[in-house]
């Protein structure tokens, strides 16, 4: 708090000055009223009080690099035992030395010493439990603050992944197809239905939080490929390859989906002609790693740098493990590949 | 008879466009295509008097595609994405199809497209110098025969050609037409600073400032090349060069 006062502007520095000059007088004036002479109080007390903000800093020092926790209460205690010891032995011995041939005023000085050391213990005690409270209550706000953040990280991807559940655009276009076939083809409009009904009670089932097995995992994938198939089967061709001992793994929901919808959207529309899209899952050692790519066109100027869903997936990813090396993007050849690494060593109950 | 042409990426759509326009008789479909090229060569041949434009295609858009004709069919846009509504209105389209759209829904813009008559005049022009906010980050353009896709990254600076824009690239030269304001307003202000009425330079691009008689001052490009720099101009590039 005193360092705190180095900042002040000068308006404020004068009125430090002023209350320790009130508080210097009185509590001279009160000495006074017990030993005549005003002087020697006054210079008595005023010095006492300069060893006792010499006394503040230095503990604000301390506290700054040092917090005592919940137990330590002795060595919390220590602190300001030794520094008011300091201050009534300087203040003891000086004033001696000042005011040799003032022997009443030192007789009475010395009457009340056991009284002066006990307030000068006080004082100081009572500024280090509010430095103590102050750091609590500091450490406390960053912590309500980084909690905060977490929340609201949580939130957006939270929204997120709403939006991309809802996909206006791509339930549009299926509806459109679907209007387009109940006329002509009304078996094919009818399958499109089930396709997209089953694929949308998949997106918004209520257990979003828990993870499912590599196998639940392409077949909900498959669901999604073929409604697009539906309206671009004479282009869109999708590939999906697993190992069989990775078939049981578990991965986080909603996770691989929004990825594949960018493949195959960047791949029907960076392109002419026939797109092919690789997904392929496969374990090494912890890791589950799935890898997707789709051709894209370098020279059609696809904006580069990651779109807000691929961030929105590096988020999500942080937020479940912590790491920011989970999400990998290639440009390479022609094609673009991203690739995304699960730890399986990880408590796959937690969802943030 | 009136000439159509579907453009369309998903089948499906361009099926159910085919399916309401059967009632009309006095239609021809003259050509169903899935992407913007095959689009452009079938409005070349044929000549349509009328377009079903969709916005999402391969490699370019419905709005780019537009943008390369000289002289504009009518057009009446079909696509999910309710977004483009306003830009499709400000290109003067007949109407603006929001997929799904009912057959009631399909016969009101024909109805608006036979009332307009044929042909909306003056379609071309407004769309060539179409003023959009919302950073495209590409231009489209027609290089002899070709199509040139110049994404904005690859810019290194504009000059005014009349009513065209002279597009510098790594690549060469490439006319559009649209104007330097178009580009002030489109490109990323942190990186393009219009430094001369006629010049838009890409501030990555220039190695030095140098002064040019009293009061004005050229820019040095890494291509060699000087651009002048006006006295507004010099201001604006002091500031988002942050000297």
Request: proline content about 3%; overall charge negative; aromatic content about 12%.
């Amino acid at each position: 708090m005193i360092s705190a006062t180095l900042k002040f502007n000068k308006a404020n520095w004068l009125k430090a000055i002023l209350i320790t000059l009130a508080w210097v007088m009185g509590v001279a004036y009160l000495v006074h009223t017990f030993e005549p002479g005003l002087g020697m109080a006054a210079l008595d007390v005023g010095f006492h009080t300069f060893l006792l903000i010499l006394g503040y800093f230095f503990l604000e020092n301390i506290f700054r690099y040092y917090t005592p926790q919940d137990r330590q209460f002795l060595i919390f205690l220590s602190f300001p035992l030794v520094v008011s010891v300091i201050i009534f032995y300087v203040g003891k011995y000086s004033i001696e030395l000042v005011l040799i041939h003032q022997q009443s005023y030192l007789d009475f000085v010395k009457e009340i010493q056991i009284v002066k050391l006990f307030v000068i213990f006080l004082m100081v005690l009572g500024y280090a439990l509010l430095l103590l409270f102050h750091s609590r209550l500091e450490t406390q706000i960053k912590m309500l603050e980084r909690a905060e953040q977490i929340d609201k990280l949580v939130k957006e991807a939270e929204l997120y992944q709403l939006r991309q559940q809802l996909q206006p655009h791509f339930l549009f276009n299926s509806l459109n197809s679907i209007s387009s076939l109940v006329k002509r083809k009304p078996d094919e409009a009818r399958e499109m239905v089930l396709q997209l009904s089953e694929f949308l009670r998949k997106t918004i089932r209520k257990e979003n939080q828990k993870w499912i097995s590599v196998i639940e995992e392409i077949e909900y994938l498959q669901l999604f490929v073929g409604i697009e198939k539906v309206r671009f089967g004479h282009r869109l061709e999708v590939d999906f390859q697993f190992d069989e001992n990775c078939k049981s793994l578990l991965l986080p929901q909603l996770l691989v989906q929004p990825l594949l919808e960018n493949a195959v959207k960047h791949g029907l529309y960076g392109v002419l002609g026939a797109v092919l899209i690789k997904v392929s899952f496969e374990c090494h050692e912890e890791y589950l790693f799935i890898k997707i790519t789709n051709p894209f066109d370098p020279s059609a100027g696809q904006a580069s740098g990651e779109s807000f869903g691929q961030q929105a997936i590096r988020r999500r990813l942080f937020l479940l493990f912590g790491r920011n090396d989970l999400f990998q993007t290639q440009n390479h050849a022609e094609v673009f590949k991203v690739e995304l690494k699960i730890p399986q060593n990880y408590d796959q109950n937690n969802y943030h | 008879m009136i000439k159509t042409i579907i453009i369309d990426d998903e089948p499906l759509a361009t099926e159910i466009v085919l399916e309401y326009l059967s009632e009309f008789e006095q239609i021809q479909v003259l050509a169903v295509c899935h992407d913007g090229f095959a689009g452009l060569k079938a409005i070349k041949e044929y000549d349509p008097d009328l377009i079903f434009l969709d916005v999402q295609m391969p490699k370019i858009t419905g709005f780019e595609m537009l943008e390369l004709l000289e002289n504009p069919p009518a057009v009446i846009f079909t696509t999910a994405y309710d977004e483009y509504a306003m830009k499709a209105f400000d290109t003067h389209a007949i109407d603006y199809l929001l997929k799904p759209f009912s057959k009631d829904r399909f016969e009101k813009a024909m109805e608006k497209y036979l009332k307009t008559g044929e042909r909306v005049v003056g379609v071309g022009q407004d769309v060539s110098k179409l003023e959009l906010k919302g950073p495209s980050e590409r231009i489209v353009l027609k290089d002899r025969n070709d199509i040139k896709i110049i994404p904005y990254t690859e810019i290194i600076y504009l000059e005014a050609n009349d009513d065209y824009v002279n597009i510098h690239t790594v690549d060469g030269k490439f006319l559009k037409n649209k104007t330097m304001k178009f580009f002030e307003n489109d490109l990323d202000a942190k990186l393009f600073v219009r430094v001369h009425r006629s010049y838009i330079v890409k501030i990555t691009e220039i190695t030095k400032i140098e002064s040019y008689e009293k009061d004005s001052y050229i820019v040095k490009l890494r291509s060699g090349e000087s651009i002048p720099v006006s006295k507004s101009g010099y201001p604006k590039l002091k500031k988002v060069l942050g000297v």
